[in-house]
């Protein structure tokens, strides 16, 4: 059984058809790439999968769990996590307590109002170990607003794993990164795909061809084609779509 | 930036330090030794909703103060006037009635024209032995919201009515609608005018109630008043009242109408045109010298600054003077209790509340209104009314009612009620 | 907090923890709140009876304004109808005691949870549309609540309202009157006390953390698997609470309530309150409740417009520091912590 599972999935807005009959998958385990130009589908086709936008057509399946169309906190508990091509972090909390809250979405009582919420030292050593494993264990007291754009891309990633998802969906958290820091970007990556499995888009070629068991090229809503990084970077159709080559 | 940011702070912070200080020292001083004055506090609606009220009512006190201090004060010593700004809410209301009584140490307190404010002030007077005297016309403070030491400073609703009544049977109709807008004051005199109609053979064929702030009234009148109806009785003021006059107009040009006291306070008739030419409108207090043409009133409009229309000498604006009595009066009728009982302090309030109860007061400038008594069982003033009207854009009295006609038997007997 | 740079993940870990939880509740604080509790305990007899009554509606307000900053400071719910809850509170003691007979506390609790029902049912409707749309239907049944309540004057007396004799306050040992300012006084600082330490209890709580998460932004909240809906919905009912408890106190204390009590004015001075003091500080809005307190009370004497210079203290405030006056004070002992 694959561990996430499309089949059809479609996208009509208006007349606009922004996910075309998509069928995707993903086993347990697997770093698959996601790239195509913009507008292609590809943050739509994530926007389906979580919950944020309801197919038209099309199912998604979760270990063979009918999912499509729930509202993102169910697919959240379901163990699907994602960041946004746009960073989406809580500006006024610092790096701690942003992680500490996905933590504590899993607790039994995440609701409870009489006890202190430091007393929690389950939560506690979750949020410092996931926080650790992105390397901003230096940084957990500093404010969210105050990191450096890379900093705030790999809290991204640390806040949408810290629901321990089985599944990630990795919306290009490059996006703006300065080379410097596009190294740790990757190594945040690759510790990440240790522990659930991820889907990644993203527009900067050498990483994905780097870091993918697996790659799907989206064009207009469709798949074009699917494959071994070897085998797209061959591709003379994806050459043609990302570099104009005849 | 900033220096310009801590300097506006630290002015901020330093302005806010200055008043409390002030506040705290101003409320901490010593009561100097000696003769002291008679305090008497006004609650007045300076602002809010009733804010024209508490503009003249302000300074009729100010002006009967001043005219008691010349006449030599009340039993020798002088009168001191602290006004409170009740903001036309009984929150705050009662807020500014435990200030003048706890904070500036009045012995009597006059005033607000908010039945609100009355009605919640009423148990605080009792509670901190303070005699007051609401201007409000609600009923239920001659009633049972009241109590032995409250004076209902003017005429209330269903004296009103009740002294209307027959006038509006007699003289303008006798199948009646009832339009008022639909919170207390208003509900108070259609269930009043109602039932005195009734009495004086007349009938009320429908009752209308319109919510507060309406500016469309012809959902409420239009299919609304039987054919055969031939006079409206209304209760509405401001721009409710202006808004319901034109949609009347509109829908029955040629029906008679009566409005309560209020409705045309501080109203220029000539301005309100075709709609409002011989409507009929219930006043305590002509607003024009000539419908009470009595050298008392004369001299009590010559002090308090108004003309012959009614209108403040200088600033031409319109006092409330359908209820400016109730603050003028008040304020002598307690000099002649307090000289009559001998009061000296607040202990001595019980005598003084029993020889008010009862007391008579003669036309004069101190009571420009008319003869007046407060009747001893409920506290309630007994004075007659008026029936003003609207010919050719001016205001003429119509009807003089007098005072036996607007009694009704008591509700309580404050007489039996413990201090 | 300075950080010190080491290799260590413990040391560090256990230093992101401390910022942690001083920013969970800072250390001072409770030292400041317990000194000025004693405060206000000790002066209790000798204040003067006029600055006494107005202490006594400064208490009672300052529950309305920290059950408020729930709602706007912590889950940015910007609710204008308040005062349905203040009303019903005020009601609930006054119609319990006048039709009921109910002693006091009998009438206490018949008032807070008719405001909790009350804030339930409405909060269904309300809390799930978004921010304008929230604004306005909570502005549209406060309407809907205070013209029923003018116009309903056989049940509540309409705007000329209804006066109680308040019933003695039974403490199982002894009885007191409310009649008397000292008890007063205490009744309401009880309140007060018990309020603060149950919201600050849940501000620090998870729940109180899940609620600052929301605002800080809702949508990634909802990502991390929380119905987003339901912990708002607790808000605007923790609001509510609050709301109908200080309108009860403030009915027991007027021994009067009116349609006046759900009027637009109790809709908006709680915003008034946590813009001048302060969002998200539980204490800012209590010192916007002692500045508009005492505007009202002293300033109104001096100058009638007294709102005119309140508009002006908040555009003055507002520009200065947004997060209003407790804001201000806690950026600049950050940068003090800082240069230092």
Known sequence: MKLLETAGLTKNFGGLVAVDEVNFAVEKGELKGIIGPNGAGKTTFFNLITGSLKPTRGKVSLNGEDISGLPPHLISRKGISRTFQITNIFPEMTVYESVWAGVNSRAKQPWNPFIHAGAATDISRKTKEICQMVGLDSKMGELSTNLSHGDQRVLEIAI?????????????????????????????????????????????MDIVLE???????????????????????????????????? | MERNVRLKVIGSVSLIVVLLVTMLVTACAPKSAGEEPIKIGLLANKTGGLAAYGYSHEKVAIAAVDQLNAEGGIAGRSVELYVEDDESKPSVGATKFRKLVENNGVDFVLDSNSSGVAVACCPIAKELNTIYFPCSSATEISGDKGNRYIFQACTNVREECKGAAKFAVDNIGKKWVTVVVDYSWGQANEEAFTTYVTQNGGTVLASIRVPLGTSNWLPYLKGKIPADAEAVYFANFGSDFLCFLRDLYAVR???????????????????????????????????????????????????????????????????????????????????????????????????????????????????????????????????????????????????????SEVVYTSLVDRTKEPF | MPFKDSGQGLRTASSGFREFKSRMSNK??????????????????????????????????????????ILLGFTDQCSLGQSIFFGTGAYGVVLAISYL????????????????????????????????????????????????????????????????????????????????????????????????????????????????????????????????????????????????????????????????FFSFDWSVLPIVWVLIGGTGTLIGPCIGVVIMSLFQYYVSAWWAQYLIIVGVLIIVILRVSPKGIVGYIRSRKGKVKEKG
């Open chain 3, 28 to 69: 001072q604080t409770p030292f400041v709140m317990l000194a000025v509790a004693v405060v206000v305990i000790l002066i209790g007899p000798f204040l003067p009876p006029g600055l006494r009554s107005l202490v006594i509606e400064i208490m009672i307000l300052c529950i309305f304004a920290m059950g408020y900053d």
């Open chain 1, 160 to 204: 949408a794993l810290s629901t321990e998802p089985i599944l990630l969906l990795l919306d290009e958290p490059t996006q703006g990164v300065s080379p410097k820091e596009i190294d740790t970007m990757i190594s945040v990556v690759r510790k990440v795909s240790e522990v659930a499995a991820v889907v990644l888009i993203e527009h900067n």
């Open chain 2, 253 to 403: 040009p040629d029906i008679e109408k009566l409005g309560a006291v209020y409705a045309i306070s501080a109203r220029d008739p000539a301005e309100l045109g075709a709609p409002a030419e011989g409507l009929y409108c219930l006043t305590s207090y002509p607003t024009r010298l000539a419908g009470l043409d009595t050298p008392g009133n004369k001299e009590y409009r010559d002090i308090i600054g108004v003309n012959s229309d009614g209108l403040e000498i200088g600033t031409d604006k319109y006092f409330v003077l359908a209820y400016d009595w109730a603050v003028w009066e008040p304020i002598f009728a307690l000099k002649a209790a307090i000289e009559k009982s001998g009061w000296t302090s607040k202990a001595d309030n019980p005598a003084l509340i029993e020889t008010l109860e009862g007391m008579h007061f003669e036309a004069g400038v101190k009571f420009p209104q008319g003869d007046m008594y407060y009747r001893a069982a409920d506290h309630a003033t007994i004075a007659g009314i008026y029936v003003e009207q609207i010919v050719n854009g001016e205001l003429t009295v119509a009807a003089a009612v007098p005072a």
């Open chain 1, 211 to 246: 870091l993918s068991d697996n790659i799907t090229v989206l064009e207009n809503g469709r798949t074009v084609t699917e494959g071994s990084p070897s085998e797209i970077s061959a591709n003379r159709e994806v050459q043609k779509i990302f570099l104009g080559i005849e």
């Open chain 3, 101 to 260: 007979n109910a002693n006091l506390w009998l009438a206490l609790i018949i008032a807070v949870i008719a405001s909790i029902v009350l804030a339930f049912l409405t909060g269904l409707i309300a809390v799930r549309l978004s921010e304008a749309y929230f604004v306005i239907i909570t502005a549209i049944f406060f309407s809907i609540f205070y013209l029923l309540s003018l116009s309903m004057s056989w049940l509540t007396g309409g705007d000329d309202g209804i006066s109680i004799t308040v019933p003695s306050l039974s403490l199982g040992f002894t009885e007191l009157s409310l009649y008397n300012p000292l008890v007063n006084y205490y009744f309401a600082f009880f309140f007060l006390i018990i309020s603060y330490l149950i919201l600050t209890r849940v501000v620090g709580s998870p729940l109180g953390k899940v609620f600052i998460s929301i605002r800080e932004n809702s949508e990634r909240t909802k990502f991390l698997g929380y119905n987003v809906f339901r912990y708002k919905l607790i808000a605007f009912i923790l609001a509510g609470l609050f709301a109908g408890l200080s309108g009860a106190l403030y009915a027991i204390r007027l021994r009067y309530g009116s349609a006046d």
